[in-house]
C-alpha cells in the first residue's frame, strides 16, 4: 500500500494545461476545476499568483495573473497578506513528490491571511477572520479558496507575518516531539537538520520540558546563529555517531531524522533502550535528476526494513510523521486542529516565537527557492504579495539575508540552472555542494516571465 | 544485532548441575555461582525453593531444599514473603526464552519481602525494608539475592502481596502505554490479552486519562468477570476486524499486542493516521514444540518487516517494549526505577489495585502454571511460601478460583502431560486448545518430588 500513494481528490482538481481558452460562466461544480484555466465570457477579475509551469528548475516558477478563485462547498477564500517558503516547495516544483499534480498549478502550502468569502457548509470561519492556512498548492497567491479544515484562526495577538512563519514548522514540530516522540523532562535528543526552520522549531519547543540536552546537527555556516539552541552542535557531514559518544556514551533518547538516508542505521544505533527513531521529514535529495524523490528513498531503504521483534528486542521505537499526509484526511486534520490550539497557546505565551530570515515579493520566489536550496537562510522565508519585486534585471541570491540582498541587486551576473540540475550523490555531498553553489546566481528568468505573463494577459 | 541476544552475565552465573558435590566454605567470589550446588563441609542452612530440573513440562518444576544464598556486592538478601506468576515463568520452563540459564535453577522473577542482609556497595536498602524484586530468576524461594537495582522500596500503605500481585505488570503497563505509547486523552486502544494480569493493569492505567476508548479482546469465558474494566470485549480468534471497524470505523490510536503473531498485520491497518503498535510480550506459543520461541516469531516476523518510509507515508509507530530486556541494562533499569515511583503513587492512591485470583504453596506451582496455561485465572496467581501445600495425593487445576479448588481437592484425577507438549499451530487455536484442556488435570507429579527431595537432603 505504501508504495503507491493514492491521488488525493484535491490534486485531481488541478487545471488543465491550456491557459487561454474561455468559456461561459461555469456550473458551480466545475468552477474549482477550471477556475484558473477558463475565464467567463465577460473576463472575471484576476490575481497574481505563483505558477508552477512544469516540473523542474527555476525558470519553470513565474508570478502570472489569474482568475481569482471562489469557494466551493467546504472552502474559504482568504485575502492572502503573508505566505511561507518550505522546502516541500522545493521538491514539489521538481515533481519529487507522491502524486504530484499536472503543471501548470499555483504553488504554495502556507500562508496567512484575511477570510473574505465563506463557502456552503463551513460554519467555524467568518468573513474577516484572520486564518493562517495549510492547503496542499495554491498559497502563493493574493487570494487562495483553502478546506476549511486546512485552515486556523489567528489569535489577535499573532500577525499574519507571524503566522506564516511559524504554523506548518510550530505545528510538525509540535505533533512530532509531543504526540509521536513523547519527549520528556531529562531527556536527550539528536536533531539533524538543526538550522532549518523545523529544526529551530523542535529546538524551541524542546525546551519546554525541563533539562533536556539537544545536540544538533548543521552545517558549519550555520552553528554562529543557530548555537543558543543547542546544548551541542555538531557539523553536517561529520562522524556524527562517535561526536555524539562523546557528549552521551549511552546514546540518545530519540533521534529526529528529516529523511537524511545516509543516517538511519547509524542513527538507530544511538540509541538507548526505550529510544525512538523518527523520521519527519525530507530535505536531502531536492537536486537529484530522478522525478521521484519517494522511489530513490523507498529503493534504498527497503534494504533496511526493520523487523518489529527486533523493536521488541531492543525496546526501541521507529515511527514516522509526514504532516502533509496527515492532513489530507478528515482524522488527521482534525487532530492536527487540537494539536495547533496547544501551539497557539505556546505562541500567545512567546514559548515559541518565528525566526524570520528574510521577507520577498511573489515575483522573487526563484530567488528565495535559491536561497534555501543553498542552505544560506537561518528561519523563514516569507512571501509578501504586496511587497514591490526587485528591480529587474537579474538579482542574484547569495546570501540571502537583508543586507546582502541588497548588494546583490548591483550584480548583474547570470548563470544557466544545469549545476542546479545535477545528480545527488546519494544526499551526503551537500556541503561540498554549497561551497560550489556559492557561486552561483538564479537563472535569468525575467525575460521568459515577460513572456509568459504578456501570454497570460 | 538482533537475531542473537547476548548471553547476559546474571544467566552465565547459574549453578552447574551437580547438586550433591561437597565442598569447604567457597572463597567469596565463587559463593555466588554455586551457592546452591555445593553445601560447605559444615552444611549451610537451607531454605525450600521452587526449581526447574529440566526444560519441559510441568514434572521438571520441583520444590526443593537449597543452600541459603548470601549477597554478594550489589545485591540484597531479601525473605521472601509472597512471589508472582507470570507467564514469562511459564516460557522460561521450557527453555522458550533468548539465552536461558542451564537447569537447574531456581525459577520465579518477582517477589515481595524484607530486606535482610544488605551486600557491599548498595547504598539505597536497609535491612529491614520491605521491597518487591524483579529479579530474571530464583524469585520462587524463601530466600533470593537480588541486585540492587531490580529491587524497589516499598510503600507502607502497599502490602507485600499486593506488590507481589502488581508490581511487574503495573510497571509493564505503565512504561508500555505513558512512555512507549504515549496515551493522550480521548484516544481509542485495541488490546489483546485483555483479561491477563497485564491487560488489566494497562486497562486500570488507561482510565487515568479521560474519555478514552478500551477494546479488549479476550477468552469468552473471562468476558464476566473483566467487562467492568473495558467498553467493548472481543471473543478470542474472533474477526477483531471487522468487529473494531464497527466499533470506531477510522480504526484506533493504539494497538497493544502482546506478540500473538497472527494478528500483526491485521491490528496494524486498524491504526488511525498518528497511530502506534506496540508489541510488548508474548503469551500464545508457550506450548509449541521448539525450544526457542523466539526463533519461530522470529521467522515469522521477517516476512513482515516494516519499512520506515512505509511508517512516514502512513504517519504510524511501530514500538517494541520489553521490561525484561529493559531492566538487564543500568540505563534501562534506572529508568524502569523512575517509572515505578510514579507506579507507587498511583497505587498508593488506589488508582490501581492489584486483582488476585488465587494463592498457592511453593509445592503447588506446577498446579498454578497449569492454570495460568488454561488461561483460568482472571487476575494473579500469587505464591506464598509459608502456605502449607495441598495435601496429597494429586490435585486437579480447573478453574483457579478459590472456591473451585476446594471441590478440586477431592478429585484424583491423574492425566500425563503429552497434551501440553504438543506443538501449537501458530498460537492461533488456543481457544479451541483450552476447550480441549478443560478436562486435563497437572501430571502426578508428587512421586517425583520426593524422590528428588530426598536425593536433596
Redesign the interface.
Known sequence: ??EK?EKQPEQEAQQPETEAKVEEEQPKEEAKKEEEAAPAAEPPKEMRAVVLTAFGGLKSVKTQKKPEPSPQEGEILVSVSHCGLNFQDLMARQGAI?APPKTPFILGSECAGEVVQVGAGVENFQVGQRVVCLPEFRAWAELVCVPARLAFALPDDVTNEEAAALAMNALAAY?LLF??A?L?EGQSVLLHSAGGGIGLAIAQLARTKENVTLIGVASKSKHEAIKDHFDHLLERGCDYVSEVRKISP?GVDLVLDC?CLED?NRGYSLL???G??V??GSSNVVTGETKSF?SV??SW??V???????????????????LR??LR?P??AE?ARAAMEKVMELWKNKVIKPIIDSSWALEDVPEAMQVMHDRKNIGKLILNPALEPKPRPATPAKKGSKEEKSKKKDKEEKKDEKKEEKPAENGDSSDKKEEEEEKKEPEAKQEDEKAAEKADS
Open positions: 500500500m505504501p500513494q507522491d505533533m504526540q509521536v513523547g520528556s549511552d529523511l538511519c538507548k533502550p526505550m525512538k527513531y523520521l519527519y519517494f528513498a523507498r531503504w527497503q533496511d526494513k526493520v523487523s518489529p521483534i527486533k523493536l521488541f528486542d531492543e525496546n526501541k521505537t521507529i515511527a514516522g510523521f509526514n499526509h496527515l484526511t482524522a488527521g487532530r
